[in-house]
C-alpha cells in the first residue's frame, strides 16, 4: 500500500510543481502588459515559487513513502500534494496512513 500511496501522492506533487512553473511563467508574461502592471507579475511569481516548493516536497515525500522511510515526511508529502491533485493525493494519504506499521 506504502508504493500506491507514493506514487499517487507523487502524481499530486507533480501537478503542483507544473502550476507553480506555469504560474511564475504567467507571472513573467503578465509584467509584460502595460495594464496590469508589475505588482501582479510579484504576486503571480512568489504564489508559483511557493506551489512549485510544496509540489517538490510533496513529491519527495512520495519518494519516502515508496521507500517506507520516515512516516512524517512521507505524510507531510501527501497534505503538501492536497492542492495540486487532490483526489489521487488524498487517497494516497490515505493509503500512507493506514500503512504506519510498514515504515523504518
Same mark, same amino acid.
Given at each position: 500500500?506504502?508504493?500506491?500511496?507514493?506514487? +499517487?501522492?507523487?502524481?499530486?506533487?507533480?501537478?503542483?510543481?507544473? @502550476?507553480?512553473?506555469?504560474?511564475?511563467?504567467? #507571472? @513573467?508574461?503578465?509584467?509584460?502588459?502595460?495594464?496590469?502592471?508589475?505588482?501582479?507579475?510579484?504576486? =503571480?511569481?512568489?504564489?508559483?515559487?511557493?506551489?512549485?516548493? +510544496?509540489? =517538490?516536497?510533496?513529491?519527495?515525500? #512520495?519518494?519516502?513513502?515508496?521507500?517506507?522511510?520516515?512516516?512524517?515526511?512521507?505524510?507531510?508529502?501527501?497534505? +503538501?500534494? =492536497?492542492?495540486?491533485?487532490?483526489?489521487?493525493?488524498?487517497? #494516497?494519504?490515505?493509503?500512507?496512513?493506514?500503512?504506519?506499521?510498514?515504515?523504518?
Amino acid at each position: 500500500m506504502p508504493l500506491i500511496g507514493g506514487i +499517487l501522492i507523487i502524481i499530486g506533487g507533480l501537478v503542483e510543481v507544473a @502550476s507553480g512553473g506555469w504560474l511564475i511563467v504567467g #507571472g @513573467s508574461a503578465a509584467g509584460s502588459v502595460p495594464v496590469i502592471g508589475s505588482d501582479v507579475e510579484d504576486i =503571480l511569481t512568489i504564489c508559483g515559487a511557493i506551489w512549485l516548493i +510544496l509540489g =517538490l516536497v510533496a513529491i519527495l515525500g #512520495g519518494v519516502f513513502a515508496i521507500q517506507r522511510k520516515n512516516f512524517g515526511l512521507a505524510v507531510l508529502g501527501g497534505v +503538501l500534494g =492536497l492542492p495540486g491533485y487532490f483526489l489521487p493525493a488524498l487517497i #494516497g494519504l490515505i493509503l500512507v496512513a493506514i500503512s504506519k506499521d510498514e515504515f523504518k
